[in-house]
Structure formats: C-alpha cells, structure tokens
C-alpha cells in the first residue's frame, strides 16, 4: 500500500461510564476508576447480578436536542449524537469542505428495547373481562395510547440517520448488529470504503445498547451475563480464571477515516492508521462464545491483510469479557497465532473499567489504543485484583498492578459475539 | 477488483418456496396477498398482507424440527429456508466444514415486540413490576426480542453451512435487504470472501406489528377491497401493505463459480448507499438521497444511464415513496427514462420491510437472466406524477441487459444494486478502467 493512501484516523469521539470525552475516558482509565457499579437506572434487585456501567442521566436539551426529536430517542441516541459529534469536529469535518455526498457513515448498533411505559397503557386499555389481553380491543383502542412516532424509537437506524441529518452526512451508509464484530465490521466497512474512494471522509464506530430490564434480561438470557455478584462497586476480571460473566455498560465510540493524503492536504492531525482487519464465524461446542479456532481465524486474517506478522504486534486489546468460554478461547487464539512469544505479549481489556460496551467496544478500544500509542503507556487493568488464572500458564499476562510504559507501534484490537462471530483491528503508527 | 456473479437464489415469500412459482406467479400476476387469518389479527385495521401460505410455513418447520421447535421467531425460519434452498440452487453442499472464505450478510428487522411480556409483569398497581420481572425472566415469550438477537438468523445460517468467513447483520430497515447483499457483494468484490450467502428475512405478522405502520401512518387501511391495497404508482394508492419472508442469493467471485462449473444466471456490476439526510418520519420530497444511490451505484458500475432496461422499483405504495421515486429516476435516467421499464414486486408480496431487498434482488436477477419483467399490478389509476412505465398490463418480454433494484429505509438510508448480464470474460470498458484506478 502506497503511504498516500493509508487509511488514517483523524478523529474520535468516546464516551462512556468514565466520562463524556477521550481525554475524560483516558485520564480515569489510568486513574485505576471503573465504571462498574450498582444499577441505579432501574430497581435491578430481581436479577441475579445488578451491576452495569451506566452513563446516567443525558438531558437532550444540553446536546441541542429538540423535544420532538428527544421523544424518539433514548440513551444509545444519545451516546451515538455526542461520539459522533466530538469525532466529526475532533477531526475538523465541521471546517472541511468536503460534499455530505462524500461524507460516509458506518456503525454497529445493538438491539433496541421498548420501554415498558411505552406500551403498558395500551396493555391496560386492552384487557378483557378475564384480565387477559383483548386483541379487538387493542386494535380498537388500546394502541392509540402509544406514542404515534413510538415504532421510529425502536429501529436503530433512526438514531443513525438522526446523527446523519444533524452532521449533514449524505454518503455512503450501512448500520451492523448487534454486538462487538458488528461494531468492527462498522470500522472495517468505513476503511474500505476510504480506501476505494467511495467517500472522502467516514466516521465509523459503534454504540452500546442501554441498560434496561429488558437488555439485562437478554444479557442473562444469553448465558454470558456475570451472576455471582448481585450489587456493589466491585471490578470483575477478565482473564482472571473466575470466570464470572461480563457485566454490561452503556457507551460509544467513534472515529473518523480519511486517506493520509487527503488529511495531510488539509493539515488534519493523526496518528495512527487502520492497518488491518479480520473476520470470521464459528460457535464454539462448548458454550456462548467463537471458538479458540474461529478467533485466532480472525486474529490471522487480519495480520495478513495488514501484511504484519505476529512479532509486529506490541499489545493486543483483548475482547476479554469475563465470560467462561469467551476469555478461555480467546487465551487459547492468543496462544496459538502468538506461540513462543505469547507470554511477551502484553493484553489489555478495557471491559473491567467501562464494562462490555458491545457494538460501541471495538471504537471505543481503537479510540484508548490511540492514546496508549501516543503517550507509551498501557494503563493497568485491574490494580492490585488480578488473580492468576487457571489458564495463565499458556495464556498472555494481562497488565495489572502497575501501568506499564511502552514504546507501541501496532495494537491488534479483538473483538467478539457471544452468537459466534470474531473480528479483529489492527491499528498502527503511521510511518 | 474482482467479478462477482450470481450463482444461486433462494425464496420463501406469499408466493410459496420455490424460486419458480415465485417467477411464475409474479409473471402472471397473481397476488400472494391475502387476508389475515391468524386469531391475534382479530380486530385490526390491517386486514391483509404478503403472509405465507401455512400449509408452506409447516412445510417449512417439518424440514427444520429442530429449530421450530427452539427457534421462536418465524424470520429465523423462513432464513433457513431461503438460504439453504440458494445454497442447493448453487450447488454448495452444507455439509463440508473448514469454509473460512465462505460468508453470511443478512438483513434483519428490529424483532418482535411482544404484548404478552408486558402483560405478564403488570402490577397491581398499574405499574411494570421490574423486580418480578428481573426474578421471572426466563418465562419471556419464545418470540422476544430478548430471545433472538438481530444476527441470530446469520449465525445459524452459517453453522449449518460451514461457513467460517465474514458473518453480519444490517439493520438500516427497508434498505437493510439491499445493503445485506451490497455488503456481501462488495466483500466478495475485494477479495475477503469468495462466495457470500446474503439477504434478509422478516416477518412483523403479529400484534405490535400489526399496528406499526399503523401508527406512523403509513400502513394502507383505508381502501375498500385490503386485497388490491397494494397498488405503487397508482393514484388510489393509500400505504403500503405489509408481507413476510426471506430472499438470498449465493454471489461468488466469478473464477471460483467457474472453476466449480456453476450455473452463472447474471453479474453483479455496482453498488451504492447513500443518506437523504432530511427527516426520520418523511423521506426527501424530491427523492435527492434516492437519486444519490441510483447515481452511485451507476458510477460504480462503470455504466450509463442508457445501459439499464430493467427498474426493480422501491415502489411500497405510499404516496411519497412512488412519487419521490418517480422523481429520482427521471432526475437519473433523464430522456433515457421513457425507455425503462419499471415495476414493483410489492404490488404482489407486499412490502417485506427489512428483508425486501432479498426477493426483490432475486426477481431482479431473474428478468436479467430470463429476458422477461413481471407486471405491477393494481395500477388501474394512472397518477401524474408518477408517469412512466411501470408495466401496468402484464408481463413483458424484452432484453433486459442490466437491471437496478432500489431499496429505500425509514429514517433516509437508501441502496441501489445493479445486475447484468453475465458474458464470460468481458467486463465493460469503464469498469476495467475503474478497476485500474483502485
């Protein structure tokens, strides 16, 4: 690949649990904090594990938002509109004179929920003499008590083509779902489609689903959800050998591409480039989670399309989400495509601070990878609670204790779906 | 960039399971439109729609036991179906393993929204009673959304095949079927995959569904005869009509098809996506966003206007999509407009939303492949501002060398694909020199 023509990042937008911009993220990320805490959006006592990295509360009217518009959005929106904002602007879109026509967008976005107040009225409204749900009745007059706009509320591109009429981004478009490779296959579709010229900028990346009954439900319903701590503050630990089930969080990511020569003819700053990607499917016999095969599949295909071979790698951002069969396959890819220098290798996962952000992960993981790289440092994981684990002995060390400093020229970002899909990023210095 | 072609489709709509009887009926005109008949769709305002036959929905749960009896969501199944009925079209047995260049792009709604799951946890006190709800779970419908991730029908997909390589889901409503196939062609296209199984699934026949369209005001309620209801272009028109069901298409690098001797039925030549970038609730009065994509998508294909004979139209039978549609294809096309034909599968199947890309994209293919368009039918009030040939009177035969299929989203995402004829070894003079550029 010519230098002109390398796929640059110029731009990003993160918020989350631990805070509402990079430098927030970054600094109480190396501060040790973690997001992780009680659920306080809803009483979560009935569920056997009640925590999750919540934002709180986002009032629309900070971000500019009308209330008509507000009325069909919810958390995600939200988070999606104020990542991509601070992305499009970080990068200086808002100045450049480039045509919405050539202004791509991509992101992955995960399931949207109903809130239960949506449609309670019109379940009262419809109940017939045995207290069971009368259809006619609801039909008649039960669903008029829902909000007319209510169904836009619940497709999540509505909130993407909100944040495309709000950036006034009229290019090339494509929304992935629901979990942390549709997040990647967001931010690989956005590469490409710098790379062959199908837009000139594209902001790429992805949003958490919102905390809520229902998502927490599903979380549990899935098999991977942490169910041996009810409440609390405390951290869960993935790659510890515990084993105890992610823990969710609300949070998003994005960032915005352009060839380097383009960023450097309008003197946009960058310092890092996607260098390579990865995907790849298959679910593992065992459990909820890609196979150790399917992993390191992904974990390979984007070192060759990076042209890099594993010694090129100097740290990987592991998917890591404390889920029994995910950290035990993805330790077992590790291992595999890393051989002898696998115990070298350090692994970060970010999903101890911000919790699994999901679709929202791999942009949110590119985003701290970006700061890693540029101030040689990989803040530690988990201070002073990592527990070695049952696997450590042919797994890669995660940091833990004290951040490390490093001189990091190529990060490989993994990223995973408890349905069987594997991506992989690869972000590097720009040379 | 390498050439793609089609070399299987598969279909589960209201016209039945077999790519033929789809073609056939659709030539001829007939509707798959009937009335609903299921117990929940008592009392509703919408009385029809493109629903599978069920004697074809048991067919279908007879050939996967397993999954009827596990899955809960009727798109998983019709899925399963398409794609597994493309795959044999193809040639591609489901049994061998290791296929880690062989990939799924699906298209996806947004679920199903189940009345009964908010039923079951009310309180007393009028209220959702979460802490119950948080205990009690697991007894959430089989149906619920908090069952069945969107890339659930994906996954399956690919484990059944084998098919270890890129795996997504597109969630863009009525474009996602469009874009599902663009993102597979396009993968294929750059060398990530070799062959990619894509399309979309989706079924909204139930209670919350029912009432969807209903409530944005887009939804055809108010005609005199539901079965007719669907009729794009025509002045009479009043929203569209709701169907369900899956289309695939098998798209392969085309040296890959060749060395395995597969039947080629026509080329994939250019893709594009593009935002309106005006409203959620409308799309652009003047089609702008749609005019982008058709634009694109030509551009990418390195072919003019005069090269397309064939317009598989959005056409959804709402008074702003075929109007504004109109509009973006003379805005296009220009005096070459006149000249096109033009028709909309909806008047027939009804709009299967998420997934209507996939049966639209197979008929595409199919009017390439076969020289042959099926009719628009309803259209017996000709609309001014809808005024071109939208092959009102019956099936057409005429050379179709390329053909557009246009899918358009709530919220203003739109996606445009062209097929054409397949000739071995020859691609056209601007596309080669497109491929030079990249």
Redesign the interface.
């Known amino acids: 690949m010519k230098t002109s023509e390398q796929v640059v990042i110029t731009g990003a937008g993160l918020v989350s649990s631990l805070g509402r911009t990079t430098d927030e993220n970054w600094e109480a990320l190396c501060a040790g904090k973690s997001g992780i805490k009680s659920i306080s959006g809803f009483d979560a006592g009935g569920f056997s594990c009640g925590l999750a990295a919540e934002v709180g509360k986002i009032d629309p009217e900070t971000l500019g938002i009308h209330p008509r518009d507000a009325r069909i959005m919810d958390t995600h929106a939200y988070l999606l509109m104020m990542a991509s904002r601070n992305a499009f602007r970080n990068a200086g879109l808002d100045r450049a004179a480039f045509a919405p026509e050539d202004i791509g967008f991509y992101a992955g976005m995960g399931m949207v929920d109903y809130g239960n107040d949506d449609i309670l009225p019109a379940v009262m409204k419809s109940l017939g003499s045995e207290g069971s749900i009368d259809y006619p009745a609801f039909y008649e007059e039960g669903y008029r008590e829902i909000y007319p706009l209510w169904p836009l509320s619940m497709l999540n591109n509505i909130t993407f083509c909100q944040v495309g009429i709000d950036l006034g981004i009229r290019g090339e478009n494509a929304v992935f779902c629901p979990h942390a490779d549709a997040g990647a296959q967001a931010i690989t579709e956005g590469m490409r489609t710098i790379f062959e010229h199908r837009a000139k900028a594209v902001l790429a990346g992805g949003v958490s689903e919102k905390v809520s009954p229902l998502s927490i439900a599903r979380l549990h319903l899935s098999g991977v959800a942490m169910t041996s701590i009810k409440t609390g503050s405390i951290t869960y630990i993935p790659f510890s050998g515990e084993d105890r089930g992610t823990v969710m969080g609300e949070g998003a990511g994005i960032i915005s591409l352009e060839l380097r020569d383009s960023a450097d003819r309008r003197g946009a700053a960058y310092s890092c480039m996607i260098s390579g990607y990865g995907h790849a499917f298959g679910l593992a016999e065992a459990g909820p989670a890609p196979s150790a095969e399917t992993i390191g599949n992904a974990m390979r295909q984007a070192l060759k399309t990076a042209s890099l071979s594993p010694e090129d790698i100097d740290l990987i951002i592991a998917h890591g989400d404390g889920s029994v069969f995910g950290d035990l396959n993805e330790a077992e890819a590790v291992t595999a495509v890393f051989g002898k220098r696998t115990g070298l290798m350090p692994v970060f996962s970010s999903k101890a601070a911000l919790g699994n952000l999901f679709a929202g992960a791999p942009a949110a993981d590119i985003i701290l990878g970006m700061q890693m790289i540029e101030k040689g440092i990989i803040p530690a994981m988990i201070p002073d609670k990592y527990q070695r684990s049952q696997h450590a002995a042919e797994a890669p060390g995660p940091v833990t204790g004290e951040a490390q400093k490093k001189e990091l020229r190529r990060i490989m970002v993994n990223c995973q779906s408890y349905e069987g899909q594997a991506a992989s990023i690869i972000i590097g210095t720009v040379t | 960039m390498r050439r793609v072609v089609v070399t299987g489709l598969g279909v589960a709509t209201s016209l039945g399971l077999s790519v033929e009887e789809n073609w056939e009926s659709l030539l001829s005109g007939v509707s798959g439109i009937r009335l609903l008949d299921f117990?929940?769709?008592?009392?509703?305002?919408v009385k029809a729609a493109g629903a599978l036959r069920d004697n074809d929905w048991q067919r279908i749960r007879a050939a996967f036991p397993e999954d009827a009896a596990q899955e809960g969501e009727r798109r998983t199944l019709f899925s399963l179906w398409a794609a597994g009925a493309a795959l044999k079209d193809a040639g591609v047995s489901c049994s061998e393993g290791g296929r880690?260049r062989y990939?799924?792009s699906f298209a996806?709604g947004?679920?199903v929204?189940c009345?009964?799951d908010?039923?079951r946890?009310?309180g007393n006190d009028?209220?959702?009673d979460?802490?119950?709800?948080?205990?009690?779970?697991?007894q959430?419908h089989p149906a619920s959304?908090?069952?069945n991730?969107?890339?659930?029908a994906?996954?399956l997909i690919?484990?059944r095949s084998g098919?270890?390589?890129?795996?997504?889901?597109?969630?863009?409503?009525c474009?996602s079927g469009t874009?599902a196939i663009?993102?597979g062609f396009?993968a294929v296209q750059?060398g990530?995959a070799d062959l990619m199984i894509a399309g979309g699934a989706d079924s909204m026949l139930n209670?919350?569904g029912?009432?969807?369209?209903?409530?944005?005001?887009a939804a055809s309620i108010s005609a005199d005869d539901p079965l007719t209801a669907c009729r794009p272009f025509d002045r009479k028109r009043s929203g569209l009509v709701m169907g369900e069901g899956a289309g695939f298409a098998v798209l392969e690098e085309e040296g890959h098809a060749l060395r395995r001797g597969a039947k080629i039925y026509a080329e994939v030549s250019g893709y594009?996506?593009?935002?309106?970038?005006?409203?959620?609730?409308a799309p652009h009065p003047r089609g702008i966003?749609a005019e982008?994509a058709m634009r694109?998508a030509l551009k990418?294909a390195g072919m003019e206007p005069e090269d397309i004979d064939y317009i598989n139209a959005h056409g959804t039978s709402t008074k702003l999509n075929d109007a504004g549609e109109t509009m973006a294809i003379k805005n296009v096309f220009r005096a070459h407009a006149d000249n096109l034909a033009i028709s909309s599968s909806k008047s027939m199947i009804g709009h299967l939303l998420a997934a209507s890309g996939g049966p639209e994209f197979v008929y595409t293919v199919l009017s390439v492949h076969h020289d042959a368009i099926h009719p628009t039918i309803n259209l017996t009030h000709p609309d001014p501002k809808c005024d071109l040939d939208y092959v009102a009177g019956g099936r057409r035969e005429k050379t179709v060398r390329a053909a557009l299929s246009n899918s358009f989203?709530?919220?203003?995402?739109n996606a445009s694909i062209i097929v054409k004829k397949y000739l071995l070894g020859r691609g056209t003079a601007a596309a080669e020199r497109r491929t030079e550029?990249?």
């Open positions: 117990p929940e769709a008592e009392g509703s305002a880690d990939g799924v996806a947004l679920g929204n009345l009964e908010i039923h946890w009310k009028g209220k959702f979460i802490v119950r709800f948080g205990q009690e779970y697991r959430v959304l908090m069952r991730n969107a890339s659930r994906a996954a690919a484990k098919f270890q390589g890129m795996n997504c889901t597109v969630t863009t409503a474009a874009q663009g993102a396009r750059r990530d209670p919350v029912l009432i969807f369209f209903v409530l944005l005001g594009a996506s593009s935002m309106d970038a005006y409203q959620v609730t966003g982008q694109s990418d989203g709530f919220g203003g995402q550029e990249l």
